[in-house]
């Protein structure tokens, strides 16, 4: 099981980017998957889960309105469209995969605990 994150950068307050996570040795269709970020000296914190059969999105309080998670299964990716993008976001950002029986939190709580999966990161930096 690999999942191979991509897709950071530098960008400017408001900005825009989209990150990517190819999936490999694994069906993304038995899985939900999971954006992380840790920035430095903090905790690191779910920002957005999509579940598996139906597809249904959860996301942090920080981030809900303005960052979009989605799937595409044929290509075995998800993809984080972050936009209005503000200096607190910059961090390195996951994504991870649970057990298949996992299901994203309407609260948008997501336990690093329960992601036993995870890719190497990519580094986003909001800056003018």
């Known amino acids: 099981v690999q999942l191979q994150a991509s897709g950071g950068g530098l960008v400017q307050p408001g900005g825009s980017l989209r990150l990517s996570c190819a999936l490999s040795?694994?069906?993304?269709?038995?899985?939900?998957i999971a954006w992380f970020r840790q920035a430095p000296g903090k905790e690191r914190e779910g920002v957005s889960c999509?579940?598996?059969?139906?597809?249904?999105?959860a996301y942090s309080d920080s981030v809900k309105g303005r960052f979009t998670i989605s799937r595409d299964n044929v290509k075995n990716t998800v993809y984080l469209q972050m936009n209005s993008l503000k200096p607190e976001d910059a961090a390195v950002y996951y994504c991870?995969?649970?057990?298949?029986?996992?299901?994203?939190?309407?609260?948008?709580?997501?336990?690093?605990?329960?992601?036993?999966?995870w890719g190497q990161g990519t580094l986003v930096t909001v800056s003018s």
């Open positions: 991870a995969a649970p057990d298949p029986m996992y299901y994203c939190p309407d609260s948008g709580q997501f336990d690093v605990a329960d992601f036993g999966s």
């Open positions: 040795g694994f069906n993304l269709d038995y899985y939900a």
């Open positions: 999509i579940n598996r059969n139906d597809g249904d999105t």
